[in-house]
């Protein structure tokens, strides 16, 4: 099996061609989205790089938070954000809501994907910063992780570990995968 650093690098470069040849991946993606069960509060991402943007996902009726990195080896937090609500960087340097903004447990988080398969792997950049906050919200209640990636980013499987925490479900723009 392929090293998880070797499959970084080369779903890196995959992504790259995949984002340039699909500009309109993501409101495909979004239109593939089922109606999931209701729920009070959902997570998507802000995009880096060539990640599929999901910000064309709207669950009616739900609020939306974005993710917030404050320690680069503890989990996530998650704090509510509007249109109209300003985005400043994250330690990370990634914009997400500011702190006064209200932190919330999702019932749904979306998540960035390197590479997935269909028993629920996913490969993220490495810094372990989903599966600490997948692994801590599980802790505290039922969630619904789903990837949001392009279709070509599957792979046969993705080398997991103890820590890594599986997707529930994926979401391309050719299709929604539930996986258990």
Not at 116 to 136: C, M, N, P, S, V
Not at 171 to 176: F, H, K, V
């Amino acid at each position: 099996m392929i090293s998880k650093t070797a499959l970084r690098a080369r779903m890196r470069a995959l992504r790259r061609q995949l984002a340039a040849n699909c500009p309109d991946a993501a409101a495909q993606a979004a239109a593939q989205l089922p109606d999931l069960v209701a729920c009070e509060t959902y997570a998507l991402y802000h995009p880096v790089g060539s990640e599929l943007d999901p910000s064309p996902i709207h669950l009616a009726g739900a609020r939306r938070a974005l993710p917030v990195v404050i320690d680069r080896d503890a989990a996530m937090v998650f704090r509510l954000h509007g249109p109209s609500h300003p985005l400043v960087p994250d330690a990370l340097g990634i914009p997400a809501p500011a702190a006064g903004a209200a932190e919330v447990a999702p019932d749904v988080v979306f998540t960035p994907v390197l590479a997935f398969d269909r028993k629920g792997g996913r490969l993220g950049q490495g810094g372990g910063h989903y599966d600490r906050t997948i692994e801590a919200l599980r802790a505290k209640k039922a969630v619904l992780v789903i990837g949001v990636a392009y279709a070509g980013q599957e792979v046969d499987e993705i080398p997991m570990e103890p820590h890594d925490q599986r997707l529930d479900a994926i979401l391309t723009e050719t299709g929604y995968h539930a996986i258990r």
